[in-house]
């Protein structure tokens, strides 16, 4: 069986520090995925909440047990959801917390992460550019550096994914929220059969750039699902 840093009780004592408002969120199985997919799919739908990512509740702990140990500042990365996240879980419990992103994130969303309170800082660069710049800031401003992980798929398969939520589903999301119907679409063999259960977040894309990835407009009715926005 594989190693998992998961237990019951770290996820108990997880849910008593997040804000009520992140948890309890629907999960169903959408059957009209499987048949393109090939095997059933499970989505877990992370919009409807203040931030609309799933992010907030890994924040949410992380903010908690920092203030608990004292910590007064943090620092992070983000292409917006984790920044928001962060934002809005320090500001809740007197952090001071600093974003390090792209000049070229999406407005609403760097908006959304000074609306919260946040520095944010810019870089004329990519993602990659901010990780490097908010770990300097860690080492020179004394800051605590909150980093986030990546699942690699290929952007094809990403854009793909976003079609076939759209299409079927009727879910308007982001890239990173296609990752999980981007795994299966690229590797169909290891998930046949099998149940896939799948976090869906970003509902707040960026409609120009939406419409540029997946060729439909939300408000162009080309799909005969409902949309949920």
Same mark, same amino acid.
Request: charged letters at 25%; glycine letters at 8%; proline letters at 3%.
């Given at each position: 069986?594989?190693?998992?840093?998961?237990?019951?009780?770290?996820?108990?004592?997880?849910?008593?520090?997040?804000?009520?408002?992140?948890?309890?969120?629907?999960?169903?199985?959408?059957?009209?995925?499987?048949?393109?997919?090939?095997?059933?799919?499970?989505?877990?739908?992370?919009?409807?909440?203040?931030?609309?990512?799933?992010?907030?509740?890994?924040?949410?702990?992380?903010?908690?047990?920092?203030?608990?140990?004292?910590?007064?500042?943090?620092?992070?990365?983000?292409?917006?959801? %984790? /920044?928001? $996240?962060?934002?809005?879980?320090? #500001?809740? !419990?007197?952090?001071?917390?600093? *974003? =390090?992103?792209?000049? +070229?994130?999406?407005?609403?969303?760097?908006?959304?992460?000074?609306?919260?309170?946040?520095?944010?800082?810019?870089?004329?660069?990519?993602?990659?550019?901010?990780?490097?710049?908010?770990?300097?800031?860690?080492?020179?401003?004394?800051?605590?550096?909150?980093?986030?992980?990546?699942?690699?798929?290929?952007?094809?398969?990403?854009?793909?994914?976003?079609?076939?939520?759209?299409?079927?589903?009727?879910?308007?999301?982001?890239?990173?929220?296609? %990752? /999980?119907? $981007?795994?299966?679409?690229?590797? #169909?063999? !290891?998930?046949?059969?099998?149940? *896939? =259960?799948?976090?869906? +977040?970003?509902?707040?894309?960026?409609?120009?750039?939406?419409?540029?990835?997946?060729?439909?407009?939300?408000?162009?009715?080309?799909?005969?699902?409902?949309?949920?926005?």
């Amino acid at each position: 069986m594989q190693e998992t840093r998961l237990d019951t009780a770290r996820i108990r004592a997880a849910r008593r520090v997040i804000d009520p408002v992140f948890l309890d969120t629907p999960l169903y199985r959408c059957e009209a995925l499987e048949p393109g997919l090939g095997c059933a799919v499970s989505i877990k739908l992370e919009t409807a909440n203040p931030v609309r990512s799933f992010k907030a509740r890994g924040t949410e702990v992380v903010a908690s047990l920092l203030a608990g140990h004292g910590a007064r500042a943090v620092v992070c990365a983000s292409a917006g959801n %984790l /920044g928001q $996240a962060l934002a809005w879980s320090g #500001r809740g !419990r007197g952090l001071d917390v600093t *974003v =390090v992103a792209s000049r +070229c994130a999406p407005t609403a969303k760097l908006d959304r992460i000074r609306a919260l309170d946040a520095r944010l800082e810019l870089v004329d660069g990519d993602f990659d550019m901010a990780r490097e710049r908010a770990a300097a800031l860690a080492r020179y401003d004394d800051l605590l550096l909150v980093a986030d992980d990546a699942v690699l798929v290929q952007e094809a398969s990403i854009i793909a994914g976003m079609r076939t939520l759209l299409d079927h589903a009727g879910l308007v999301v982001e890239p990173s929220a296609a %990752l /999980g119907i $981007a795994a299966i679409l690229e590797d #169909r063999d !290891r998930f046949a059969g099998r149940h *896939v =259960v799948t976090i869906v +977040c970003g509902s707040n894309v960026d409609l120009d750039a939406y419409h540029r990835w997946v060729g439909a407009d939300p408000g162009s009715g080309h799909s005969s699902h409902s949309w949920i926005s």
